[in-house]
Nanobody
Framework: QVQLVESGGDSVQAGGSLRLSCVAS????????MAWFRQAPGKEREAIAT????????YYADSVKGRFTISRDSAKNTVYLKMNSLKPEDTAMYYC??????????????????WGQGTQVTVSS
């Protein structure tokens, strides 16, 4: 069983930066993708960044491309999301999620098997 704990959320002004962390315990080598999702009030949960555990290929949603960077530290069982040039529309609860046992890349939340509790990011104008 994998447990994920996010941290790093905060309230910042537009243009600011944050780095979110997600520490995994009970990490399994069959994890294939790690991802960051976000959900704003009244909106669906959306994938904003993914990273493959094999090869490290990444994906970014258009809304964050060029501003956010996903990375991982295997030794620390941690995945990060560095967020620069934050905008008010980035305000949301941010979740990390792991997909296991399937090499097919997907953005569907239902296809990720483990989730953290979320960390709130609020960006004011």
């Amino acid at each position: 069983q994998v447990q994920l704990v996010e941290s790093g959320g905060d309230s910042v002004q537009a243009g600011g930066s944050l780095r979110l962390s997600c520490v995994a315990s009970g990490y399994s080598t069959v994890t294939t993708y790690m991802a960051w999702f976000r959900q704003a009030p009244g909106k669906e949960r959306e994938a904003i960044a993914t990273i493959a555990t094999s090869g490290g290929s990444t994906y970014y949603a258009d809304s964050v491309k060029g501003r956010f960077t996903i990375s991982r530290d295997s030794a620390k069982n941690t995945v990060y999301l560095k967020m620069n040039s934050l905008k008010p529309e980035d305000t949301a609860m941010y979740y990390c999620a792991f997909r296991q046992g399937d090499l097919r890349w997907t953005l569907a939340p239902s296809q990720y098997h483990f989730w953290g509790q979320g960390t709130q990011v609020t960006v004011s104008s």
